[in-house]
């Protein structure tokens, strides 16, 4: 099985700041990696697909990197809106989750 | 607009069986696949299983591979999800979602709380 491993598990930031946050595959994915977003109570949301598309309506401020093992998350000006938890997924061998980032107010 | 609407919250004793149901409205259901998704709480999320409608194809997480069955009726636009066995570890949110085969999950249901307890 694929592992994903998400870095930080938290992240403090405030509103204004540029963050990154990194998820890396056990193994090669190629492209095959998206983000999500999930706020309490919620279902998780699509952000990013095949590592930098942004999915229909998501800002611009978010943006996928990354290829093979190492990929990034980078939100670029953080809004109040962002205050959630981010996970990676891996679909390039069904479908695997990171253990997710949560963005907190610093 | 896409939606998928899940059936509601369960109670269940260990060792019984739960069964969590998804209705598709929207687009084509036989065109994508479902996958069904766990988060216990305080916990990411789980991919359990996944189903191709058109033509009954699936596929289990080895981890549920004994316990879990998958239906779909293209008639209703409903897929189902039964887990056996259950024990209080499976107590989580169950989602299903929108995904095809290599694919993003871009499209999910609000999540069905299944509580296992005795």
């Known amino acids: 099985d694929i592992q994903m491993t998400q870095s930080p598990s938290t992240l403090s930031a405030s509103v204004g700041d540029r963050v990154n946050i990194t998820c890396r595959a056990s193994q090669t994915i190629s492209s095959w990696l998206a983000w999500y977003q999930q706020k309490p109570g919620r279902a998780p949301k699509l952000l990013i697909y095949k590592t930098s598309n942004l999915d229909s309506g998501v800002p611009s401020r978010f943006s996928g990197s990354g290829s093979g093992t190492e990929f990034t998350l980078t939100i670029s000006t953080l809004q109040p809106d962002d205050f959630a938890t981010y996970y990676c997924?891996?679909?390039?061998?069904?479908?695997?989750f990171g253990q997710g980032t949560k963005v907190e107010i610093k | 607009q896409v939606l998928l609407v899940q059936s509601g919250a369960e109670v269940k004793q260990p060792g019984a069986s739960v069964k969590v149901s998804c209705k598709a409205s929207g687009y084509t259901f036989r065109n994508y696949d479902i996958a069904w998704v766990r988060q216990a709480p305080g916990h990411g999320p789980e991919w359990m299983a996944w189903?191709?409608?058109?033509?009954?194809?699936?596929h289990s997480a080895q981890k549920f591979q004994d316990r879990v069955s998958m239906t779909t009726d293209t008639s209703t636009s409903t897929a189902s999800l039964e887990l056996r066995s259950l024990r209080s570890d499976d107590t989580a949110v169950y989602f299903c979602?929108?995904?095809?085969?290599?694919?993003?999950?871009?499209?999910w249901g609000q999540g069905t709380l299944v509580t296992v307890s005795s």
């Open positions: 979602a929108r995904a095809n085969f290599r694919g993003p999950m871009s499209y």
């Open positions: 997924q891996q679909y390039d061998r069904y479908w695997t």
């Open positions: 189903i191709r409608p058109v033509n009954g194809d699936r």
